[in-house]
Structure formats: C-alpha cells, structure tokens
C-alpha cells in the first residue's frame, strides 16, 4: 500500500497557526531550506571555478531572489522584464544574465549597464551582431539530445525550439566572424533528468563547442536537476552527476592549456521543496458505490497549475483543523475550485484522475501541499475565474512568519480593462 506523505518543513501546529493568522490558500516558504538548497548548489564539483544563476522564472518574489542574492549567487533571467523585475530586487546588471526566447526590446539598455546575453537562435546573434559588434557573447547551442521526466520538460533534441542546432556550426561561425563577435561562453540546457551518464555526455558535447571558440572562459550546463517531490521519487545528486563533469575539464585543460569556469543554472532544485500551499477543505463528495471520493480544496489551478500541465504529483497532507488524532486512512482524488475538468491535483499526464491515500478529512480540515516552491505560484493561471492572486508567506530564519505577497484585491484583477461601452 502507497504510504502517506508527510509534511516537509512545517510541523501541524505551524500549519494550524498560520492558517489561522493569514487564512487560506497560502504559500508558505522557508528561509532556511532556500539556503540550504543554495549552500548545496554552491558545492557542486568543479575544477576551475563555479557560478550559480537562478533560473529566476522559477519562484521570482523579491524575498527569494534577496536569498539568492545574500549567498552569491547569480541570475538566469528568461525575458527583459525579469532582468528588470530582479533589478528592482537588488541584483546589479552585471550579475543578469538574459536567456530569452524573445529578442529583449531592452537589450541596447541591457548591454551598457553590464547585462550578459546569451544568443539562442541564429537570428538573435546576428541581430546582437549588428547592434553590438566587436562584444563578448553567450551561445546556446541544442546539442541533439535532451532529458525530461515528460516531453514537456525536455528542452533538447530534434523536438525542442531551445537553442542552436548544433549541426548550424558553420553559419554560426559566419555570424561571429561577420561582427567580430567574441564568444566568452557556450551554453546547452538539455531538461529535467538526471541521469549521470546523459549528464556527462552533455558536458562532453558542450566541451567540444568550447574547443571550437578559443576566446571562451565559461562553460554553462544549465539546470534542471530533478527534484523527487514524493516520498517514492529520487531527487538529482549534485556530487555524482557533477563529478564526471568535473573530470571532463581536468581532461580540457590539460589538452588545450585552458582553465575553463563552470556555471550552472537552478531553478526547481533551490526552491521547489522550501514551499507548502496551505489550504481548507471547502467540500466533499462522492459518485456512488463505484465511483470517487472527492476533496475540494480552496485553492486550484490558479495557484499551482502543475498537475493540469504536466500531471505532476505533489504530496498532499491532511492537518486537522481540531488538532483531533486520525488513523483511520482514506482513497481520495483531490480538485481545485476553479470551474475547469482539468483542475485536478491528483491526475495522470493526460488528465486520467487518481486516488490519493490520505488521512481521513473532513470539510473545514487543513490540506498542505508541499514541494510547490517551484513554478508554482510563478507558473499560476492567476485570476482564472477570477480568483485573486495568492498571498505568500516566508517563514525566517528566527521563527517569525512575514507576508511577502498579499492576496490581490479584486478589484486589480479588472484594473487595466478600459470600458468603451
């Protein structure tokens, strides 16, 4: 029998407490297991140097990029309006770096002020040619092959939009020599696995297009390092997919004379398991003798939109509001309260609902959601059905529980709407 979930960072009494000081739904991150997760990161093997961006698009509130900030480290920016968004958090230009599938519309502003960018198609580096030529530049190259846990997460290969198709070496290099462009950093991003071997192979492939430019200084691997949400799901060792890699440029320098600096990129592993989503219990039904239990929750796709779009678990935790002792267990598919067939929190990919084994709940109980620090609240349908944006909470170091994000009012739903009838 599938063993119930636990919480991850809370204890009951937390959850109780602050449900009932802020209400619900409510997200609720920790301090301490986000500089946990960074001093982690920090440690990841290298031979010659280490830099760590934050995919920022994964949990951008100004509070956990000022933990990010705080240890050092850096930003994976994904569009102009994050490069702005972590500028007015604290992080000076210099230390953004801008991967966009969107030419940035800022980029000149972005350029003078120190921002590095990173080409992800032929026609971006030939239009950063022409406004910039002579600069230093990043490139993103596909390196045909990718890892996702769906192919929603998979960002490599024949399927995947994301980067330099590494058989376009020639005219890439045309573009470069056109604009005298210097490339100071090759990049490949490949998805979500984490598998040791594909790993290495990654980084021997990205090795190669190092070689190739002799002006490079860094080598950027990306992220998407899986992180095991369930109890049954492993999360990605840093040491052991990052020591192969390591020894690849041992073997580098020692070939071609250069000491090249890795840098890695984030995202889902620095924050995913530092956040709960508190909820209430809002109903409960059932479809007869051969059909479900279901629990409603006060909260849904507009929240954490996950499960609608990857069919991604996360586990689920009854807290009794009463504080009552439960042993009895129960078979639950759980849903959101948007008006929506796919706003179901326990799903297969594809939208088949399934049973969650929990703790027996009644309406007016507490469910936690855990591991949603990660493209969940940035990742929202927010104000589907009009539903207000989600208010935040950071749990700090001291103890002390702090509003980070306060629930929208509804009237900002509807602000920028302009009548002309």
């Known amino acids: 029998m599938t063993s119930i979930e636990k ?56 509070n956990v990029l000022k933990i990010m900030q705080n240890k050092g480290i850096l930003i994976d920016a ?105 490339v100071n950093k090759v990049h490949t991003h490949i998805g979500s696995g984490s598998d040791p071997e594909v790993w290495k192979a990654v980084a021997h492939y990205t090795l190669e297009y190092a070689e190739m430019f002799k002006s490079v200084t860094t080598v950027s691997l990306g992220g998407g390092y899986k992180v095991g949400r369930m ?14 890699a390591k020894e690849l440029f041992v073997q580098f320098a020692e070939k071609h004379g250069r000491k090249l600096k890795l840098e890695i990129e984030p995202g889902t592993y620095l924050v995913a398991l530092c956040a709960s989503l508190i909820t209430t219990v809002d109903d409960k039904i059932d479809t007869g003798a051969k059909g479900f239990r279901f629990l409603k929750l006060d909260t849904g796709m507009d929240a954490n939109t996950r499960p609608s779009l990857y069919g991604a678990k996360h586990p689920l935790v009854t807290v009794p509001k009463d504080g009552r002792s439960v042993t009895k267990t129960e078979e639950y598919v759980v849903v959101g309260h948007c008006c929506e067939s796919g706003d179901v929190f326990t799903q297969k990919e594809g939208g088949e609902p399934i049973t969650r084994l929990m703790a027996e709940t009644n309406v007016g109980d507490l469910v936690s959601m855990e591991a949603v620090g990660a493209y969940c609240s940035s990742m929202s349908t927010k104000n589907y059905n009009s539903f207000p944006e989600t208010q935040e909470v950071l ?27």
């Open 78 to 182: 994904s569009s102009e309006y994050e490069v702005h968004r972590a500028v007015a958090a604290g992080f000076p230009y210099s230390s953004i770096m801008i991967t966009s599938q969107q030419f940035p519309k800022d980029l000149k502003f972005f350029i003078e002020k120190g921002v590095e960018f990173n080409a992800c198609s032929l026609q971006q580096l030939e239009e950063f040619g022409k406004l910039f030529p002579g600069h230093t530049v990043s490139i993103r190259f596909n390196p045909g092959l990718g890892s996702g846990h769906t192919k929603k997460t998979d960002v490599g290969g024949v399927t995947s939009s994301f980067g330099i198709w590494h058989e376009k070496m020639p005219e890439l290099k045309a573009i470069v020599s056109k604009y005298n462009l210097v």
């Open 7 to 62: 919480l991850k960072f809370l204890n009951e009494d937390q959850v109780r407490s602050i449900a009932g000081e802020f209400g619900t739904p409510v997200f609720v991150y920790s301090q301490a297991e986000i500089e946990k997760k960074c001093d982690e990161a920090l440690s990841f093997p290298n031979a010659f140097g280490l830099n760590v961006r934050y995919a920022m698009k994964a949990s951008p509130n100004a």
């Open 231 to 244: 109890a049954d799901e492993k999360s990605t060792d840093l040491q052991l997919i990052g020591k192969p």
């Open 395 to 421: 749990v700090l170091n001291s103890g002390e529980t702090k509003l980070i994000r306060k629930k929208q009012p509804l009237e900002d739903i509807y602000k920028n709407e302009i009548k002309v009838l």
